[in-house]
């Protein structure tokens, strides 16, 4: 069974610009999960999204979103990147009716110069 | 403020000893927990979680961890430690009050010496 796939895997963007990053659940999972890992900040929650909704926000901008599909794979959008955005986007899935027990993607590596 | 504390931030064990990583949590009622497991690069995988019951929870990779409410923490301990084992460990909690947000603690990172 293939697991959470995130494309592309490394990023490089400059300061203003726009990212778009995928993620593609696990098979059967219906709930997509975003989190931001920079460094000397830690994990952070960004987003969920489940049956095509957006359940749950972390503590971000309103320049962080994103969107499910009918097929429930995601986009994680960033506009006006600036060069704290720099850090490792990390995508899980889950069932919906269990939710807590996340699997994770490999992850993307955005870079803004 | 919920909350998960690491305290270690760099553990060295050498390699056939045992290992335990310590986590803390500051919650109101029992959390969900879980320890996931990042090797340099790579995203996260799971090793163990604690929603109910036995407060002794086996793992993969030969991991287990102990849920002990009275002292607020989920202690990870493998008995003998493999090169393999080499990587940065995170406890992460989840609470029925916030969703399905995962709270993570701040990381450990296991070297491990031949």
């Known amino acids: 069974e293939a697991g959470v796939t995130q494309s592309p895997t490394h990023l490089i963007k400059t300061r203003g610009q726009q990212a778009t990053l995928r993620c593609s659940p696990i098979s059967g999972h219906t709930s997509v999960y975003w989190y931001q890992q920079a460094l000397g900040l830690g994990l952070q929650f960004l987003l969920w999204?489940?049956?095509?909704?957006?359940?749950n926000r972390g503590n971000f901008p309103p320049r962080f979103s994103g969107r499910q599909f009918p097929n429930y794979s995601s986009e994680l959008n960033v506009n006006a990147l600036e060069l704290e955005d720099s850090a490792l986007y990390l995508c899980?899935?889950?069932?919906?009716?269990?939710?807590?027990?996340?699997?994770f993607g490999p992850g993307t590596r955005l870079t803004v110069t | 403020a919920q909350s998960v504390t690491q305290p270690d931030i760099h553990i060295t064990v050498s390699e056939g000893a045992s290992l335990e990583l310590r986590c803390n949590y500051s919650y109101g009622a029992t959390p969900y927990l879980f320890w996931y497991v990042q090797s340099p690069g790579q995203g996260l995988q799971l090793l163990l979680k604690?929603?109910?019951?036995?407060?002794l929870v086996q793992g993969i990779k030969g991991f287990e961890a102990e849920f002990k409410r009275s002292q607020s923490s989920f202690n990870l301990r493998k008995p003998s430690v493999h090169w393999s084992d080499a990587a940065e460990y995170f406890c992460a909690v989840a609470t029925k009050a916030a969703g399905n947000k995962l709270t993570f603690g701040g990381g450990t990172r296991v070297l491990v010496k031949p």
């Open positions: 604690y929603f109910s019951g036995d407060t």
């Open positions: 899980a899935s889950s069932l919906a009716l269990t939710g807590r027990e996340q699997y």
């Open positions: 999204y489940d049956e095509g909704e957006e359940r």
